[in-house]
């Protein structure tokens, strides 16, 4: 992995995003207002289940209106999160928080994709069962703890040693 | 006492001092900010993607309001308690950095933006409260709103890379 991210890092793409040094910056901008958007609509869903918002609707709308922006947000989060491996590949893929990052997002966009397409499908019962259910609830909460863990980690890389 | 001396009096403080030689605190409390400025920004968007009427239009906004804005000030309240503890790391740096200064700025507009809003444009809100299209006023201070809050975020981004000189 080393001997790869050294060759990334000697490319003519990485070099330009390394010389530009406006391009890192803007990318983690957009990649923060991204991850905004991920977790807000993730947490505004959850708050439905737990029925702390969204009572005018039901879960299915909420999901309808919310999802959306959560799958086109995770799409700008991969590419600029691409942009940003290229311009410094040492510094991302070199250190084990990063792998523990896309781990932790496996986990998350997994199960979330995995809630949304069983709700398409079977939205009476989780809209019948999300108020008897303790665990939905728990799982409301652990599913947006896990997206919480996705940006401490990615946070954590800015100040990991090189490991690998 | 002049400001220098305020600042350099902030910058010996013991929680500065923590912060300054901690391993751990000044990113724990930089995690906090990322996180806390995420659900600032994604839940008063929502509001602000009705008002300009991109999304939730089916939704009255006082309802989207009272389900987002709690959220807001709550995760507000968490932004500016871990952004006063990262200024307290290196008080003189942050004074006198630029995309800092230009940062509290915008941070005033959006609360003026919040404020004109909240008193005056909301007046008549029950003739438009259900309607999909607001009136401009609203729209305005949806999309100022928006601008504020992006530009906010980006120059936070941007201090992070002009604190330390190169």
């Excluded at chain 1, 060759?7 to 983690?28: C, D, H, K, R, V």
């Excluded at chain 1, 998350?108 to 069983?118: R, Y």
């Excluded at chain 2, 989207?64 to 503890?85: C, E, H, Q, R, Y």
């Amino acid at each position: 992995m080393m001997h790869f991210s050294e060759w990334l890092a000697g490319t003519n793409a990485s070099m330009t995003i390394q010389e530009q040094l406006w391009i890192i910056p803007l990318m983690q901008t957009i990649h923060i207002l991204a991850i905004a958007m991920v977790l807000s609509s993730v947490g505004m869903i959850d708050l439905k289940i737990l029925g702390l918002a969204g009572s005018a609707h039901t879960l299915l709308e909420t999901s309808r209106r919310f999802a959306p922006w959560i799958w086109t947000s995770l799409i700008v989060l991969l590419l600029s999160g691409f942009v940003l491996i290229v311009g410094e590949p040492v510094r991302e893929l070199g250190v084990t928080v990063f792998w523990i990052k896309m781990g932790l997002l496996a986990v998350a966009a997994a199960s979330t994709a995995a809630f949304h397409l069983s709700l398409q499908r079977h939205a009476a019962f989780w809209e019948d069962s999300r108020k008897a259910r303790g665990l939905i609830k728990a799982s409301a909460i652990i599913v947006f703890a896990v997206w919480c863990a996705v940006v401490v980690a990615g946070r954590w890389i800015a100040y990991s040693q090189l490991s690998l | 006492m002049n400001i220098q001396m305020m600042l350099d009096w902030l910058g010996e403080t013991s929680l500065s001092l923590w912060l300054q030689t901690s391993s751990w605190g000044f990113q724990a409390v930089e995690t906090v900010h990322v996180i806390a400025i995420a659900l600032v920004f994604g839940t008063i968007a929502t509001v602000d993607l009705r008002l300009v009427g991109v999304a939730s239009k089916s939704s009255a906004i006082t309802a989207v309001m009272k389900d987002a804005l709690p959220w807001t000030w709550g995760a507000f309240v968490m932004a500016a308690i871990s952004g006063v503890l990262m200024i307290l790391s290196a008080p003189t740096t942050y004074y006198y950095n630029g995309p800092f200064r230009i940062k509290l700025i915008l941070l005033l507009l959006a609360g003026i933006n919040m404020l004109v809003f909240e008193t005056i444009v909301v007046r008549d809100i029950q003739r438009w409260d259900r309607q999909p299209r607001t009136p401009i006023a609203a729209r305005c201070c949806g999309g100022l709103s928006l601008i504020f809050w992006i530009s906010i975020v980006g120059l936070g981004r941007w201090i992070g890379f002009t604190k330390l000189p190169f």
